[in-house]
């Protein structure tokens, strides 16, 4: 029996990716009734869907394909929380094969033997200190990419709270950023003058204007002495506490900025404030059972 219900939805869900274009609201919600497509976009876009549900697997207690996991007769709540992440992935304009692949890397990443051993606690700090999620991102002052995730990050800190901290790290990549290096000792020295947060704003909304003279501009706007930084910098006092962060980077896997890890696991999924909650709370959840998602 199973045989033949398991032949009979594939069948299913081959015809119906195959005729994308005439894959109505109804007709996705006749093969799938357990999820919600209409916020899916188009025909096309649900044909996706299916075509992803029947080649992927569910993570959690269905322990069958995803496109099963969603029939009327089951109960895994989770295969509805990865439905919701295959639905935004397809939103994002990525085709069927990437988003397969996507999502089999980022639950695989859950596995203690994937993530990384990284110190939370030298670093910039935000977000509730007792937090069982910790956020550590990787990044580099004069990397344009790096500037353009703060927004979403300090966002998702902001509405989760008391569910996640924040914990920021240098990794200057100097062979193409010659700047990033003395930002991330200045921001360093910042750190010790409880400023760190307010120069790290600073020099990421002025990433063109890391010379000396600016480094010292934006000390003086903070109430701190720019020439005496500069001489603590320049005399190599922070050196160490970089290169350490650095180090620790390399040895975690990090070859670009920015880089982000959820209590050591890598953030596989785009930078945006939907995707970084959605992994937030999925780590919650992980953390909560004891590395496992939460029984029916």
């Known amino acids: 029996m199973r045989l033949l219900l398991s032949v009979g939805m594939t069948a299913c869900l081959a015809a119906a990716a195959a005729n994308a274009a005439d894959l109505t609201v109804e007709r996705a919600r006749q093969i799938l009734p ?8 188009t025909d096309a876009q649900r044909g996706e869907f299916l075509e992803v549900a029947g080649d992927t697997f569910d ?3 269905c322990n069958d394909t995803l496109a099963r996991c969603l029939q009327a007769n089951v109960t895994d709540k989770h295969a509805l929380r990865m439905a919701e992440l295959v639905k935004a992935l397809i939103l994002t304009g990525s085709p069927a094969s990437a988003v397969i692949d996507t999502v089999e890397r980022y639950y695989a990443s859950f596995a203690a033997k994937k993530r990384a051993k990284l110190d939370d606690q030298d670093c910039g700090q935000m977000g509730d200190p007792k937090a069982k999620v910790v956020l550590v991102e990787f990044s580099d002052y004069q990397c344009p990419h790096c500037s353009k995730v703060v927004k979403p990050v300090h966002e998702m800190i902001g509405s989760l709270a008391g569910k996640v901290r924040f914990c920021a790290k240098y990794f200057p990549i100097v062979s193409i950023h010659p700047r990033a290096m003395i930002s991330a000792e200045v921001a360093e ?10 120069m790290s704003e600073l020099l990421f909304a002025h990433q063109e204007e890391l010379d000396d003279y600016s480094l010292k501009k934006y000390a003086k706007q903070l109430g701190m002495d720019g020439d005496k930084m500069l001489k603590e910098v320049n005399a190599g006092n922070f050196d160490a506490a970089v290169n350490r962060q650095f180090k620790e980077g390399e040895a975690a896997g990090v070859n670009a900025t920015p880089s982000f890890y959820f209590n050591g696991r890598f953030f596989e999924l785009p930078i945006t404030n939907e995707f970084l909650t959605f992994s937030a709370l999925d780590e919650d959840e992980w ?10």
Do not use: F, P
């Open 59 to 61: 993570y959690a207690g």
């Open 287 to 296: 953390q909560s059972n004891n590395g496992a998602w939460a029984k029916q």
């Open 189 to 198: 020295y910042a750190k010790g003058q409880k400023k760190y947060w307010e």
């Open 34 to 41: 357990r999820t919600e497509l209409s916020t899916l976009k």
